[in-house]
């Protein structure tokens, strides 16, 4: 079945530090979305991705979207203690409704 | 306040006493979803509804049902719950043409 691995699934890092977390499906995407759900949170839209290759920046998050659509980065440059939570990805496979998510990445930040 | 509510926000019951989860969004969204978040396991979609009385399984359809009588209704129904349902469940609501959803502040059920 369709699946969407997600690593690391902790990431313990200095502030200041950069931060990469890793999405793979095992078949093309259609489109994918990444949330962020802060500890005790629900999950948060972050963005949307639908073009192969496509790259879009939201002030210090860096989102990738994959030639061959199965795969995604979000990167996050110099840490802050307020990126602390879980990031999630999450795949659409068709127009239709089903979406899978990744296991998630958790962001622990030290100052 | 554009919104998605759940209720109740906790609850624990015992095996095989029904109950729902009502699930509201105010957005007049088209897609609605029901997921459970389990620790290591990321968010698993349980069921799907793309406009009323349209609804369709997610990956771990057994052991619930939904309905979707009207636009801003998804209610989740355990019909005889079991200790392995013991979860964080989330409700979320979005456009049709677009996947941005926006999710309720989660139902967290201990089933005894």
């Known amino acids: 079945g369709q699946q969407v691995m997600q690593i690391p699934q902790y990431q313990h890092v200095q502030e200041g530090e950069d931060f990469t977390t890793y999405c793979n499906s095992s078949?093309?995407?259609?489109?994918i979305q990444w949330y962020k759900q802060r500890p005790g949170g629900h999950p948060v839209f972050l963005i949307q991705?639908?073009?192969?290759?496509e790259v879009k920046k939201q002030k210090r998050l860096t989102f990738q979207f994959g030639e061959a659509k199965k795969n995604s980065s979000l990167h996050i440059t110099a840490t802050q203690t307020t990126d602390v939570g879980t990031y999630f990805c999450?795949?659409?496979?068709?127009?239709?409704?089903?979406?899978?998510f990744g296991q998630g990445t958790e962001l622990s930040v030290k100052p | 306040e554009a919104q998605v509510t759940q209720n109740p926000r906790y609850l624990i019951t015992v095996t095989g006493k029904k109950l729902t989860v009502t699930c509201s969004q105010n957005?007049?969204?088209?897609?609605m979803s029901w997921y459970r978040q389990d620790p290591g396991l990321g968010l698993r979609q349980i069921y799907y509804?793309?406009?009323?009385?349209?609804?369709d399984k997610g990956d771990v359809p057994e052991g619930y049902k939904v309905s979707r009588k009207e636009k801003r209704n998804f209610p989740l129904i355990l019909e005889s719950p079991s200790p392995n349902q013991t979860s964080l469940y989330f409700c979320?609501?979005?456009?049709?043409?677009?996947?941005?959803?926006?999710f309720g502040p989660g139902t967290r059920l201990t089933v005894t």
């Open positions: 979320a609501s979005s456009r049709a043409t677009s996947y941005e959803q926006y």
């Open positions: 078949t093309t995407l259609s489109n």
């Open positions: 991705l639908v073009k192969s290759g």
């Open positions: 999450a795949g659409a496979y068709n127009q239709g409704g089903k979406l899978i």
């Open positions: 957005m007049n969204h088209e897609y």
């Open positions: 509804s793309m406009n009323v009385e349209v609804t």
